[in-house]
């Protein structure tokens, strides 16, 4: 039997002798149709309302998997971004450890040169006490000199003591003047060093370190102890 509205009322039947009332059953027939027809409308209502919600559901899903796709790719990009801290991170400890290491070289290197110009400085004091104590004798021989003139032995005593005191006095030179040159050279030395070496960071924070200098580098020392005497202290007649 054709269950389409259309189909129930447009069916035809024969006639027959005694059947049922044609009446009766085309008026079942248009009830049966109009249920058939109310069936429909509500099936196709109900299939609109399961489209639109299937349509929300795509939409709703199609949103939610490019939100994945986004966190994704923020997910990527934090991991990235983390791996990249960590690197620099592992950088910076190397790179401390060395400015460690480096500083600590440093300070033994600066802990050296002071104790060497300590021993300078005491090597040029012994110097001009020595050349102090020729000055005297200088002195010494000028007044024996002077009091015995025609004697000869004293005068070749004296012009010996003067050529002797002129070497001890040329030798006094030359060690000050390459202690000193020596010095300069570990001071311009340990300056370039440091100034290689040293972050900014650390010149910022030690600027006002005052006399002590950034990174506790102690400022150039003078050796102020020793004296050069004059050539014409000991030449003289």
């Not at 506790?216 to 003078?222: I, V």
Request: one cysteine or more.
């Amino acid at each position: 039997m054709p269950s389409e509205p259309m189909n129930i009322q447009e069916q035809g039947f024969r006639s027959s002798l005694f059947g049922f009332d044609k009446n009766d059953v085309l008026a079942y027939m248009n009830a049966l149709a109009n249920e058939a027809q109310q069936h429909e409308l509500e099936y196709n209502r109900q299939l609109q309302q399961l489209q639109s919600k299937l349509d929300e559901l795509r939409s709703e899903r199609s949103t939610a998997d490019s939100r994945m796709e986004a966190l994704k790719a923020e997910l990527a990009a934090a991991t990235q971004r983390a791996d990249t801290a960590e690197a620099k991170r592992r950088e910076a400890d190397e790179q401390l450890e060395t400015i460690k290491k480096k500083t600590a070289s440093f300070q033994s290197t600066q802990r050296e040169s002071q104790k060497n110009a300590n021993i300078w400085q005491l090597k040029c004091h012994d110097l001009q006490q020595q050349v102090d104590e020729l000055q005297k004798q200088l002195t010494a021989a000028r007044a024996l000199n002077t009091a015995a003139a025609p004697a000869a032995p004293t005068s070749d005593l004296v012009r010996e003591a003067k050529l002797e005191a002129g070497k001890i006095l040329a030798d006094a030179r030359l060690y000050a003047e390459s202690a000193e040159r020596e010095l300069k050279q570990q001071a311009e030395t340990q300056k370039n060093l440091h100034g290689r070496e040293c972050p900014q960071h650390c010149v910022g924070r030690h600027a006002g370190a005052g006399a002590s200098g950034p990174c506790g580098r102690a400022p150039e020392r003078r050796h102020a102890g020793f004296r050069r005497p004059d050539a014409g202290h000991l030449s003289g007649a």
